[in-house]
């Protein structure tokens, strides 16, 4: 069976159009800013490739003009998904000057065919590389697989790219487009079979980034942000292992709303409920790194404070009602007070529900005693 590169490529422009058009459909409406990176990547590939197809027979410099502007657009918009998914990544300035430079640098240098092809696929090359480097040593938790295959898929596109740009520009035997070379028509086989795989691979850090939000909503609180009950556990487990295996101080506190019934009774519940996020918020601006807080149920809020003993945690306390006081009247209309109850890790204690039991047993004495105060458990 005889190969031929135009048909090659238009099934992959093909193939792209169709994957560009059902992608949303798969992926919904309400889909994260790097799925919408990666939709518009693939169909900036589609339509640089039908440019480039169409260019043969029609406005040459204006059509493959477009084409290398769309395909190296296609990874710029490759390359935003990947900073979403893995965070800040390499070479980013470096990677829009090759996205401005190659459609240019080909459009200025059309009527010399070696320049043209060497600029675009050099550049073009060079691109694809800098966007696989971005698929390595993310900064967010991320899965290796889908990373590798990308990676992959990058690296072949590029190689072969810069294949076709040195015989283009250095050789006689890439004379057009549509030269039935073997490495060009080894490029393109490549090309596609890297299309599918690529594909797969956004999809599968696609669906990695949908797990990780459902387990992020699973494990927080919808009104104030915070971790909820679950989450606190879950982490608070892991802090309490890692304060136990290194013999470290961990300190408690549970808290609760003074009067938060009588709150929601006389005012409503959204006079309660936005004091449970003006609580929240002085929380989070009170907390230190390695704090971990929490809306437990209701009015009732836990913090855990690793490396702290009790007087990390009459400190924490005391900046906490000291933020309260300062903003409780002016942003609510009425004053906020709270309980507290502190207690810190016993030798050979190794259980959190146990250090969180003589936490919410010291506040219980707390709101007994009268309220708006600090007790530490015995």
Request: hydrophobic share 50%.
């Amino acid at each position: 069976m005889t190969l031929d590169f135009v048909t090659l490529m238009t099934v992959m422009a093909a193939n792209l159009f169709m994957i560009s058009a059902v992608l949303p459909l798969i992926m919904g409406r309400d889909v994260s800013r790097a799925a919408r990176c990666v939709q518009a990547s693939l169909l900036l590939q589609a339509v640089g490739w039908a440019a480039i197809i169409a260019s043969s027979t029609l406005w040459d410099q204006a059509l493959s003009t477009v084409a290398i502007a769309c395909q190296t657009a296609a990874q710029w918009a490759l390359y935003r998904a990947l900073e979403e998914w893995l965070g800040p990544r390499p070479l980013r300035r470096t990677l829009l000057v090759l996205v401005v430079a190659a459609p240019l640098g080909y459009t200025l240098g059309f009527d010399h065919y070696a320049w043209r092809v060497g600029w675009a696929n050099g550049l073009l090359a060079a691109t694809l590389c800098v966007v696989a480097r971005a698929t390595q040593a993310p900064l967010i938790l991320a899965d290796s697989r889908w990373r590798h295959l990308l990676l992959g898929c990058l690296l072949s596109s590029a190689l072969f790219t810069l294949a076709r740009g040195v015989l283009g520009a250095f050789t006689d035997q890439y004379p057009s487009f549509r030269t039935p070379h073997p490495v060009n028509l080894a490029a393109a086989v490549v090309t596609n079979v890297s299309l599918v795989l690529g594909t797969v691979a956004v999809l599968v850090a696609w669906r990695y980034e949908a797990e990780q939000k459902l387990r992020t909503l699973a494990m927080t609180d919808g009104l104030t942000g915070l971790l909820n009950r679950r989450g606190f556990t879950h982490q608070g487990e892991n802090l309490m292992s890692h304060a136990w295996r290194h013999r470290l101080p961990m300190t408690a506190l549970m808290l609760d709303l003074d009067h938060f019934k009588q709150i929601n009774d006389t005012l409503g519940h959204e006079a309660g409920d936005r004091a449970l996020q003006l609580f929240a918020r002085l929380l989070g601006e009170t907390r230190r790194t390695g704090d971990l807080i929490a809306r437990l149920g209701g009015e009732e809020f836990g913090v855990l404070l690793l490396h702290n003993t009790a007087p990390a945690g009459e400190a924490f306390d005391r900046r906490l009602r000291a933020r309260l006081r300062e903003t409780s009247a002016a942003e609510l209309g009425f004053e906020l007070d709270f309980s507290a109850g502190m207690a810190t890790l016993n030798p050979g204690e190794n259980k959190l529900s146990a250090l969180m039991a003589r936490a919410d047993a010291a506040l219980y004495d707390a709101k007994a005693s009268g309220r708006g105060r600090l007790m530490a458990a015995g």
